[in-house]
């Protein structure tokens, strides 16, 4: 423990947030599958209606099992909260329009998931909020991009796909200079391998189907509030700092200085926008979420040997993985993501789209589907599949080719993994003639 | 709202009603290095239940301008100003920790302008760790680590907090670190130095209620008993309660017990 009091990665993954069930003493979290909660009597009804006590009054807005959820993740994360909901991409959303109505602006990295660069290029743009998309190691280019409406700044900690580090500090320090937050996707890193909050980061997001999942089996999604980004001061949330008359006429701000993001979220975008999460889902993520240290480190262990051997292969062109020293942003990579750079990687093989098909279909244990973050190896081709709406200019943009390939390396034996990739790798020998 | 009190503009949260000065008036006042906003659940039922509720953040506290008062004394006497400031003849006090100290000092003060007391977490004299004094002077990070080590019992130390979704240790860390560098110092350094609680506590004359937190590692219970003692004069006799299971930070571990205490000893 660095200071009293403080617990460590693993403990928090397994006990933050649960105590054993009062009533019969269960050790692992029940799951509540309940959509409303029974009021004692009026007062108390009335008590929770006005906020008088905490507690639960319907499912849409908290359960008791999401509850435990959301507190693991804030533990992990070192965040005062959070709020779990259907899927990463109804995190994101509701981290947008907690914060913006029509007219507000966003800088975003572009080096961004396929689903999010859509939400924001297409979808969003309906709804009169706009997206300024830039390099995402280009400092100034994120300056330039603020604008009086900006009202955000997002990045992913690893870019996906192309696996670009973000400096997480370096942008973080240009939001605040803004008096603007910058919200971290960190799906691809997890609280195991880094935590976006003491990095500067004031909020923070993930794809709980994932690897805090780890097993492929549930969709959903989790917003943590960091609670140190000052909204009064900043000036530029009204939504955060004057009266709603949609609950109470309450002033979040006011009302909770470090949890006002976390309360309108609630109070306001699971209430009326209704993204919320199922509670076998979230005793399904807890369950996954429970080894998390645990399996990062696996997954790193495997991945680091996965890249390396196919960094050394003649058919692959180049491999882009953090931890090699051949990527751009390997030295950022060791000062800010210390415990590794996640297991998943991005190569291109010579031969183009034709080699990428061909290696994908000679393969065995490597799944080929639109995921990443399982327990099982995971291949993709995004050009054809999650980027498929990328124009070809945005997709060198974002550092992706043709003939790219993405895994996400599981938690298999590594000499199977390895076996199965030379597998693919003679299949596109084959196809070349060398 | 914000109001200038002492010519320093201060925050006063009001439970999320507007403050009427024709209710029974009731003043919850924070602990060291915090500010309002431990007190939300507290100020939203009394404020829900026929009171007039004023809830302020100390001065160089949260939103509050100027700089910490150093002792005590001074802290009683700015809330009297307070009190003035927002034409408020009679009240009813309830201070947490630190607060509960202002509370009981700043009723001995007032007389009869005070109607009820209720302190919670509350020991007298209240004498601070010398680590823990240092450490909020020169490692705040260490100090708000002790802090939250034994600020809460060992089951909210982990979680399953009363707030669905929220981190206590991570929301009181949070809180602390909010509070420009030395507040909490001061702070400390003022419960340590103040002295005269036993004997101001015999000057009490009005109905006080004292709350403690069964597993409160901070002012244990049975450090409470002597200002319990003290309180000779209180009209009825000082009653002391116990919130079982809870630490230090019962507004936010036990927030429906004790907010059903103190309205029920406040009526």
Redesign the interface.
Known sequence: MA?????GRE??AL?????PDATHGSRATPIHFTTSYVFPDADQA??LF???????VYSRI???T???L???I??LE???????VASGQAALHLAVTTLMGCGGHIVASRSLYGGSHNLFAYTLPRFGIHTSFVDPRDADAWRAAIRPETRLLFGESIGNPGLDVLDIPTVAAIAHAARLPLLIDATLVSPALQRPLELGADLVMHSATKFIGGHGVAVGGLLVD???F?W?ASGLFPTLTEPYEGF???DFA??????AF?LRA?REGLRDFGACLSPMNAFQILQGLETLPLRMRAHVDNTVRVAQHLADHPLVEKVAYPALASHPDHALGQQILPDGCGAVLSFELKGGRDAGKVFIGALRLFSHLANVGDAKSLVIHPASTTHFRMSATDLAAAGIGEGTVRLSVGLENIADLLADLERGLAAVGKLLKV | MDIPVNHQLTRIYTGGRSFDRELPTVVLIHGAGHDHSVWNYQARHLAHHGYGVLVPDLPGHGASHGTPLRDIDAMASWLLDLADAVGCTRMRLVGHSMGSLIALAAAAKAGDQVERLVLVGSVAPMPVAPVLIDAARDDRDRAHAMINQWSYSPAAQLGASATPGTSLPGTNQRLMERQPAGVLATDLQACNAWLDGLEVAAAIRCPTLLVCGERDQMTPARAVKPLCDALVNAAGGARMMTLPGAGHAMMAESPRALSDAIGKFLK
């Open positions: 200071q009293p009091g403080l617990f403990t928090l006990h933050a947030g649960q105590s009335a008590a006005n906020l008088e006590q905490p507690g639960h908290s359960n008791p999401n509850a435990v959301e507190e693991r804030a533990a070192g965040g005062v909260g959070a709020v779990a960091g609670g140190r000052d009064e109470h006429g309450m006011e009302e909770s200085p470090v949890a976390l609630r």
